[in-house]
């Protein structure tokens, strides 16, 4: 019997409409689930159906890696918190959008009903995502110490500027006077890295992009490099700390301590229809044509 996970982060009257179909359609064609322990108490007031006995999970430590799929409901955020749970189990995400268009959720909850039937019969792509792997100098180690979007360091309690030392396989790259620095993947070109000036990388590139945040230098500009880089990063500030945001999830960490970022040895697995194309997805997200003069 095929078995798939459902997972979702947040309350949204959006999902009433989409969770009692899905779960009529696994039922009925006789697919297991199991739920992630928050999104159970979501998505159980939204629906008539009795999930009590229903199998939970809380963790990559205790999610059944047999699993064929782990469904996301939400946008590309809940994507990049689920990674945290599939980690390096290899099992794909589908990711259900229920609101905006996304990068990573593509599949609109529309459309989720009629392209069932294709996943489950192996219709479908799947596209692998590199990430980025960081670790301390100090060897104290970080939590899910990976990244899918972006690893960035910024100043914290400080209205000045920080230096970011940055070598590059050992070579010394740049001192980056600035307000922090991104180090984003192809996936994460389209974020955070964008927003500063960025370019945009298609996810089939092996490359990671090192973008300055507001850099005092207005001829300092972002670098593409090979994602088997090791790129270090050493940190001076007044305020003798910095931030450490790895996609969504942050920390404080003192200056003393010098940062590592090269590819994770594993990469998250995205299922997207046939007929999905990253091209269309970025002109409809980035309103390329939109002009009345087009």
């Known amino acids: 019997m095929a078995k798939v996970a459902l997972y979702g982060q947040k309350t949204s009257t959006s999902l009433e409409d989409i969770i009692t179909p899905f779960l009529d359609y696994l039922m009925t064609n006789n697919i297991d689930y199991c739920i992630e322990r928050h999104f159970l108490e979501i998505i ?35 994507i990049l918190s689920a990674t945290t749970i599939v980690g390096d189990s290899m099992i794909p995400l589908v990711g259900v959008n229920t609101g905006r ?40 180690e970080i939590e899910n110490n990976y990244a899918i979007n972006e690893i960035t ?4 309690e400080t209205t000045s500027m920080i230096t970011v030392d940055a070598y590059l396989n050992d070579e010394f ?10 180090i984003s993947t192809p996936t994460g070109s389209t974020g955070y890295s964008l927003s500063c000036g960025g370019p945009i990388v298609h996810p089939s590139n092996e490359n990671f992009i090192i973008t300055p945040i507001a850099p005092h230098n207005l001829n300092v500009r972002p670098l593409i490099v090979s994602e088997n880089s090791k790129i270090d990063l050493k940190i001076r500030s007044r305020a003798n700390e910095y931030f450490l945001s790895l996609d969504s999830r942050n920390l404080a960490l003192s200056t003393d301590v ?4 090269e590819k994770a040895e594993f990469k998250v697995l995205i299922v997207e229809s046939k007929d999905a194309s990253y091209f269309t997805t970025l002109r409809e997200k980035m309103l390329w044509g939109s002009d009345k003069r087009n």
């Open 44 to 78: 159980q007031p939204l629906t008539t159906i009795d999930l009590s006995t229903c199998e939970v999970f809380s963790s990559y430590e205790d999610l059944d890696k047999s699993i064929l799929f782990l469904f996301t409901f939400g946008g590309d955020g809940t």
């Open 101 to 140: 268009l996304g990068f990573l959720a593509t599949i609109n909850k529309t459309v989720l009903l009629e392209q069932l039937n294709a996943f489950f019969s192996g219709n479908y792509n799947i596209i692998p995502r590199s990430l980025l792997k960081i670790t301390r100098s100090d060897g104290v």
């Open 153 to 156: 360091v910024v100043r914290r």
């Open 173 to 182: 790259l740049n001192s980056f006077w600035s307000d922090g620095l991104i």
């Open 258 to 261: 010098a940062l590592r970022i």
